[in-house]
């Protein structure tokens, strides 16, 4: 079992950063992909970036802003977020599975509460 616990979401200013981190507790966290998904209002849950042993990668949309990160001693995984937009404003929520990454929620085993992050003026 993994409990995982997002922090870091707030309110910022359109082009400004955030930084996101999911702490993670019950198991060795670097056996573990990590993902962020994150929802919008009226909106589906949606990939955001992923983590694994093979690496990262990132949907088309947070590409060259956005950057996934892991310090296994600590157990924790951050989302890194610059040149926000409006439109990144939602949930976000971090999930853990198997040790392959994969881009497809229903893959993940474990999540977290989410955090809100609203990008505006």
């Known amino acids: 079992q993994v409990h995982l616990v997002e922090s870091g979401g707030g309110l910022v200013q359109p082009g400004g950063s955030l930084r996101l981190s999911c702490a993670a507790s019950?198991?060795?966290?670097?056996?573990?992909?990590m993902g962020w998904f994150r929802q919008a209002p009226g909106k589906e849950r949606e990939f955001v970036a992923a983590?694994?042993?093979?690496?990262?990668y990132y949907a088309d949309s947070v590409k060259g802003r956005f950057t996934i990160s892991r310090d296994n001693a600590k157990s924790t995984v951050y989302l890194q977020m610059s040149s926000l937009k409006p439109e990144d404003t939602a949930i976000f929520y971090c999930?853990?599975?198997?040790?392959?990454?994969?881009?497809?929620?229903?893959?993940?085993?474990?999540w977290g509460q989410g955090t809100q992050v609203t990008v505006s003026s």
């Open positions: 983590i694994s042993r093979s690496g990262a």
């Open positions: 999930a853990a599975k198997g040790s392959t990454s994969s881009s497809y929620s229903y893959h993940y085993d474990y």
């Open positions: 019950g198991r060795t966290l670097s056996s573990y992909a």
